[in-house]
C-alpha cells in the first residue's frame, strides 16, 4: 500500500487522471448498458472517454504552476538602510 501512495505523490496528474477515467467510464458503462452498442462503438466510446479525462486534468492543472509565483511575491521584502524613511 505504501508503494501506491509513494506513486501516487510521484505522479499526482497520472494518478488524478486514472482515477477520474476510471469513475467517466462506470458512469458510461451503466448508463449505456441498455443502448446496444456494438463493441467497436463501446471501444471507441470508452477511449474518447478517458481522453476527455486526461484533458479535463491538463487543463484543471494549469494552475499549478501559478500557485507558487504569489507565495513569493507575497513575501515582505526586508527594508534596508536605503528603504527606511529619512529621520525627522
Given at each position: 500500500?505504501?508503494?501506491?501512495?509513494?506513486?501516487?505523490?510521484?505522479?499526482?496528474?497520472?494518478?488524478?487522471w486514472i482515477?477520474?477515467?476510471?469513475?467517466?467510464?462506470?458512469?458510461?458503462?451503466?448508463e449505456?448498458?441498455?443502448?446496444?452498442?456494438?463493441?467497436?462503438?463501446?471501444?471507441w466510446?470508452?477511449?474518447?472517454t478517458?481522453?476527455?479525462?486526461?484533458?479535463?486534468?491538463?487543463?484543471?492543472?494549469?494552475?499549478?504552476?501559478?500557485?507558487?509565483?504569489?507565495?513569493?511575491?507575497?513575501?515582505?521584502?526586508?527594508?534596508?538602510t536605503?528603504?527606511?524613511?529619512?529621520?525627522?
Amino acid at each position: 500500500m505504501q508503494g501506491i501512495k509513494n506513486w501516487v505523490l510521484r505522479h499526482p496528474s497520472l494518478a488524478a487522471w486514472i482515477a477520474l477515467a476510471v469513475g467517466m467510464n462506470a458512469i458510461l458503462i451503466y448508463e449505456a448498458r441498455d443502448v446496444g452498442l456494438l463493441p467497436m462503438q463501446w471501444f471507441w466510446l470508452l477511449l474518447i472517454t478517458t481522453l476527455v479525462a486526461g484533458a479535463c486534468i491538463w487543463i484543471v492543472s494549469w494552475g499549478d504552476d501559478d500557485d507558487a509565483e504569489p507565495a513569493a511575491a507575497a513575501e515582505p521584502a526586508t527594508p534596508t538602510t536605503d528603504d527606511a524613511p529619512p529621520a525627522a
